[in-house]
């Protein structure tokens, strides 16, 4: 099964890189943007299990190594 991992800052935590992409795409003229918050995207291939052992697998690994749960969110689809 191929995971999509979303990974993103929680709201109210600031976001300095997405602060200076944003200052950049106004500098290039796009002054139509308001906020931009980066975030990180991965996509990973489980062996064939059951989806709810994949769904189970995934949300640990993001509470343990993708994403810093303090400061983030993470949501994922699982496709099959």
């Given at each position: 099964?191929?995971?999509?991992?979303?990974?993103?800052?929680?709201?109210?935590?600031?976001?300095?890189?997405?602060?200076?992409?944003?200052?950049?795409?106004?500098?290039?003229?796009?002054?139509?943007v308001q906020d931009v918050r980066m975030g990180k995207y991965l996509e990973?291939?489980?062996?064939?299990?059951?989806?709810?052992?994949v769904e189970q697998r995934v949300r640990e690994m993001c509470d343990k190594?993708?994403?810093?749960?303090?400061?983030?969110?993470?949501?994922?689809?699982?496709?099959?």
């Amino acid at each position: 099964m191929r995971v999509k991992i979303f990974v993103s800052l929680k709201k109210g935590v600031l976001d300095p890189q997405g602060k200076a992409i944003e200052r950049s795409l106004h500098t290039l003229g796009y002054n139509e943007v308001q906020d931009v918050r980066m975030g990180k995207y991965l996509e990973i291939e489980m062996a064939d299990a059951s989806r709810a052992t994949v769904e189970q697998r995934v949300r640990e690994m993001c509470d343990k190594l993708l994403s810093n749960t303090v400061i983030e969110d993470y949501r994922f689809e699982i496709l099959e």
